[in-house]
């Protein structure tokens, strides 16, 4: 499996921005794929999941603000952010893991990861 993340960048409070992670080797029926985010000196932190249904779930600092989604015809997987903040600065991954997400996953539950979009909300 390999995901490559894209579309990072710096942004203005307030601002968005659209996140892409293209996909492939993928081959199991059933698979979660998930956003992280980790910023200098703490810990990686999960964003949001999505199952294969589509079925979405955040963490609660950015629910109502980002929207994962899937093309999987493109093998793309998304994260939408809008009305940034200063504090959503980090380094953005994408994670795909056999089977169900059930919820927000813990980092080990992820096999395959990105090497990150770094995403920079400053004035």
């Known amino acids: 499996v390999q995901l490559v993340e894209s579309g990072g960048g710096s942004v203005q409070p307030g601002g968005s921005l659209r996140l892409e992670c293209a996909y492939s080797?993928?081959?199991?029926?059933?698979?979660?794929m998930g956003w992280f985010r980790q910023s200098p000196g703490k810990e990686r932190e999960t964003v949001a999941s999505?199952?294969?249904?589509?079925?979405?779930t955040y963490r609660g600092a950015v629910r109502g603000r980002f929207t994962i989604s899937k093309d999987n015809a493109a093998n793309t997987l998304y994260l939408r952010m809008h009305s940034l903040r200063p504090e959503d600065t980090a380094m953005y991954y994408c994670?795909?893991?056999?089977?169900?997400?059930?919820?927000?996953?813990?980092?080990?539950?992820?096999?395959?990861w990105g090497q990150g979009t770094q995403v920079t909300v400053s004035s």
């Open positions: 994670a795909a893991a056999y089977g169900y997400c059930l919820g927000l996953p813990m980092e080990s539950r992820y096999n395959s």
């Open positions: 080797g993928i081959t199991y029926r059933h698979v979660c």
């Open positions: 999505i199952e294969s249904d589509g079925t979405d």
